[in-house]
């Protein structure tokens, strides 16, 4: 498995689902063109991008470069790495239909072409974690803030969001990798004394 520090963005679930078996990175999805209305995720990606860089792993159909294009146009392009896929015709297992124009996405490309994709990148692939870089924030951690799994833990998280910057949308486990992303624990944990 490869550790990239980079974000990795893509298009749908399934993308992610099919890179997070790849890669131990980050990653998070557009929701297709609701990136395109979404103003507190393209805030968050550029937030993202200023502390790691981005990665844009998009389909290679119309759609998935207008999205790469909308992304690439809101973030500054020296923060940016662009992933592409080749264009292989077929459909995923999961569909009735090949797309519109009868290419797979992101979730239906083999592994091997998709890992050969990020070499062809460029993409800076770290050795092993750093084990003086601190310990990570946990889901523990988010029970014992009261940010998730008890009475009032979904209200105290969206202010929590909202006082971050951050989409008041986010599950806690989606918080949890975008706070790791962005804080040390040390840091996240004096930011919660502070509120």
């Known amino acids: 498995m490869l550790k990239i520090k980079q974000v990795i963005v893509v298009e749908g679930r399934y993308d992610k689902a099919k890179l997070s078996s790849l890669v131990d990175a980050e990653i998070l999805t ?3 063109f609701d990136i395109f209305r979404d103003k507190e995720k393209l805030g968050l990606l550029r937030r993202l991008a200023e502390k790691h860089g981005l990665i844009i792993l998009t389909d290679s159909d119309a759609a998935g470069f207008r999205i790469r294009a909308h992304i690439a146009g809101a973030v500054d ?9 080749p264009d292989l015709f077929g459909k995923e297992s999961r569909k009735r239909r090949p797309g519109a124009e009868g290419k797979l996405g992101v979730e239906g490309i083999p592994a091997e072409t998709l890992l050969a994709a990020f070499r062809r990148a460029g993409v800076a692939v770290e050795a092993s974690e750093n084990p003086g870089s601190g310990r990570k924030i946990t889901t523990a951690d988010f029970a014992a803030w009261g940010l998730s799994g008890g009475d009032g833990s979904a209200e105290r998280r969206r202010e929590l969001l909202g006082k971050l910057g ?18 040390t624990y040390e840091e996240f944990a004096a930011l919660l004394e502070a509120k």
């Not at 951050?166 to 804080?183: D, E, F, I, Q, T």
């Open 30 to 32: 557009t929701g297709g």
């Open 77 to 85: 392009p020296d923060k940016i790495t662009h992933v592409y896929i």
């Open 166 to 183: 951050l989409p008041s949308r986010m599950s806690s486990k989606a918080m949890l990798g975008v706070v790791n992303s962005l804080y």
